[in-house]
């Protein structure tokens, strides 16, 4: 690649942000294509069934595999991923209320209307008794910033953190899309059977849209932080479901939309 800064043009090579297609089959058939950074795609697979409501625990999951999706030359591309769901279980009918393909940047794309979206969640979040110190919450950026190993060296993927309300990170996910991230996150407690994740807090690194607040709510998490904005439907459903958002969360500030007592500030 060609560097320019000021005057001063060099070539070097460069490292770039890995994003591939990963397809999600049940039983089968298709359900859903997102792009993603590959790695811990088991972890996304079982965080993306949870956070959309298709199973709420590992035991609705029968098995998971790779299939064989190969490249021109024959090799296994691990680009597609075939779940059984245990027995009883019901798979969506997406014919009905939406599409399931979605894309790096906007996880919800295609569905029908925002009642479509608006899953409700199984777990009681505003029930939640969980306090956060604030200096607790103001650390968690550089925290975030210092375990994302991919970030560092290529500048080009979104990170979800979940922290418990002491500060110590539990998991951490990169991904170029911030849904998947979340979803990765997710779906790694779900499969050590910890949800929901009651007094935790998921720290991402961009800003809050509406369905990373669904996907918090979907995992019994009571605290949703970004460096970034919130949206309004972010807060309105997190001022719904009960979950603190804390949004602008950088240096020695942020802004809290919701369940503020939450957050416990200095004397």
């Known amino acids: 690649m060609l560097r320019i800064r000021g005057p001063v043009r060099t070539t070097r090579p ?39 409501g298709v ?49 790096s940047s906007c996880g919800v794309c295609g569905k029908a209307s925002i009642d479509a979206i608006r899953t409700r969640t199984r777990h009681d979040v505003a029930a939640d008794a969980t306090r956060l110190e604030l200096a607790t919450l103001l650390a968690l950026p550089d925290r975030l910033r210092a375990a994302q190993e991919v970030f560092t060296k290529t500048g080009g993927l979104h990170a979800a953190g979940l922290f418990t309300a002491d500060g110590e990170l539990v998991a951490l996910r990169e ?4 849904h998947n991230a979340v979803d990765k996150v997710i779906g790694d407690a779900l499969r050590a059977g910890r949800l929901p994740l009651t007094g935790h807090v998921l720290m991402v690194s961009g800003r809050a849209s509406f369905e990373l607040t669904q996907k918090a709510a979907m995992a019994g998490i009571p605290v949703l932080a970004a460096v970034s904005a919130p949206s309004s439907l972010a807060v309105e459903l997190s001022a719904d479901v009960g979950i603190t958002l804390v949004g602008f969360l950088r240096g020695d500030g942020c802004n809290v939309y919701s369940r503020q007592e939450r957050i416990v500030l200095d004397d």
């Open 175 to 178: 991904d170029v899309g911030r």
């Open 55 to 103: 199973i709420a625990d590992i035991e609705d999951v029968a098995g998971l595999r790779y299939c064989n999706s190969v490249d021109d030359e024959g090799r296994n591309t691990y680009n597609v991923v075939d779940v059984d769901l245990a027995p009883g279980v019901e798979p969506p009918d997406t014919a009905l209320d939406r599409n399931f393909l979605t894309s």
């Open 14 to 52: 460069d490292t770039v942000a890995a994003e591939e297609p990963l397809e999600i089959r049940l039983n089968g058939s298709p359900l859903a294509v997102t792009m993603r950074t590959p790695g811990a795609d088991f972890d996304l697979v079982h965080g993306f069934l949870a956070t959309e």
